[in-house]
């Protein structure tokens, strides 16, 4: 299988975001004010109410209602708006179930924010475009959901090559497959518009000294990917069959472990204020 | 009364463990659970005669890392959470002689460098102070690549451990 047939045959996935990859583009601009970000959310009523709906959710508790854009950007600021599009987008694609990964519904959107959360922490200064470690922990498993509509039950044949060849599952889809979630992944933000600063990330995620450029931001993420699975987050048969580079990014061991408990802390503090949204 | 539930189970409570946190009960009705096990080391202890069970879910190994955070939340570490835990059973009556422990978790990447094995590191730290407090551990599920998830049953001693991979049952009792 090829991954454009895998894209091509995957009719169940809600359709391409608009908003979000225009988003990500217009922050790049150092022009850009908050009117602009205000005008280009209003183009999609339904991203626009969830947007007031979580500006005016225990996440943010505002003093006053938040009952339009301006009000959010006012209120929240820029960086936060922008944060609640990347949640709300990414929540559409990332919420179900993938039975065939073992991976309950809920499960892939706690492990994606968890990451985004250390990306955010871990990432910070890696980049001026800020927001962007956020994006790529939000969006850097969605080749998983993929490869579960794509492949069904077919993807048991990647576990049984971790578990007898004992190889990381992206080694072990890549045998399977020809390709691995991260390829696919980055396939489909390609087609949807995502600048590369996204996508060039998220291809190289389990291998980041072999990206063409942004190559600590892939460091970045393939830390991050870990560091949400100390956190508890990280669901999924051979979740653990992860091969570990630190090559390209390196922290020192007390820091990163403070950025998990960081991380955590946050992850709880957000799920709180979501479950009660 | 075909398909009606039994006295137990209706009455039956759930306490959930969250990653570095700590419940111990008493109360035969309980049932105690952790879930998401990977790196993270969890430690089930029952007290048979006197029907007192625990459990603790370790997400790091040593509290100088932030002692702030280790007086908040003493259990995410585990010099500081298995003392308070053991602290916490004998409380409830349990002796340490009739403890019976079973530890699970630890899961590890398949390569890399210390920095990322905190699996094995986590593992180290709860053997040792195991040892030094002189539980009796019946049983052991570590390592590997998988999550683990834990169920104690406070009035019999029974736990389950669950993973992708397969479920097993057995007794502290």
Not at chain 1, 162 to 178: N, P, Q
Not at chain 2, 18 to 29: C, F, I, P, W
Not at chain 2, 55 to 81: E, N, R, V, W, Y
Request: net charge negative; hydrophobic share 45%.
């Amino acid at each position: 299988m090829k991954i454009t047939e895998l894209i091509e045959n995957t009719d169940s996935l809600p359709p391409a975001p608009e908003v979000l990859p225009k988003l990500v583009e217009i922050m790049k601009d150092p022009d850009t004010d908050s009117a602009d970000i205000v005008d280009l959310i209003q183009t999609d009523p339904a991203v626009m109410a969830d947007v007031l709906k979580l500006s005016n959710s225990g996440a943010y508790s505002p003093t006053s209602p938040v009952t339009d854009l301006n009000d959010a950007v006012a209120l929240l600021g820029v960086k936060e708006v922008y944060k609640i599009v990347n949640l709300v987008t990414s929540g559409e694609y990332l919420d179900g179930a993938l039975p065939s990964m073992d991976i309950r519904k809920g499960g892939l959107w706690e492990h994606s924010l968890a990451v985004a959360l250390v990306m955010d922490i871990i990432a910070k200064d890696l980049t001026d475009l800020e927001g962007l470690p956020y994006t790529l922990g939000l969006l850097h498993d969605i080749g998983k959901i993929l490869l579960h509509h794509g492949c069904g039950e077919d993807y048991t044949k990647v576990f049984k090559i971790v578990e007898t060849e004992r190889l990381s599952i992206e080694k072990a889809e890549d045998k399977a497959l020809g390709f691995d979630h991260a390829d696919a992944g980055a396939t489909i933000l390609e087609e949807w518009n995502f600048a590369e600063e996204v996508c060039i990330p998220i291809r190289y995620q389990y291998h980041p000294q072999e990206a063409p450029k942004f190559k600590e931001l892939a460091g970045a993420l393939h830390v991050a990917n870990w560091a949400a699975a100390v956190i508890g987050c990280n669901d999924g048969r051979d979740a653990w069959a992860l091969e570990m580079d630190s090559s390209v990014f390196s922290m020192e061991e007390a820091a990163l472990e403070m950025a998990i408990i960081e991380a955590k802390i946050k992850l709880e503090k957000a799920k709180k204020a979501l479950e009660t949204n | 009364m075909s398909g009606a539930p039994s006295l137990p189970s209706f009455f039956q409570q759930k306490v959930v463990v969250g990653v570095g946190d700590v419940a111990v009960s008493n109360n035969t009705n309980v049932v105690i659970s952790t879930f998401a096990l990977g790196s993270c080391v969890g430690i089930v202890v029952y007290d048979s005669a006197m029907k007192v069970g625990g459990l603790i879910h370790i997400m790091l190994p040593d509290s100088t890392l932030s002692p702030d955070k280790a007086q908040k939340q003493p259990a995410m570490f585990a010099d500081t959470g298995i003392p308070l835990m053991f602290r916490n059973l004998m409380g409830l009556k349990a002796e340490r002689t009739r403890m019976k422990a079973f530890v699970a978790g630890g899961a590890s990447v398949i390569s890399g460098s210390d920095m990322f094995k905190i699996g094995e590191r986590n593992i180290a730290a709860v053997k040792k102070l195991i040892n030094t407090l002189g539980i009796t551990v019946v049983k052991a599920d570590l390592g590997g690549v998988n999550n683990r998830t834990v169920h104690l049953n406070v009035g019999t001693g029974e736990v389950s451990l669950k993973t992708p991979i397969g479920n097993s049952k057995f007794s502290l009792a």
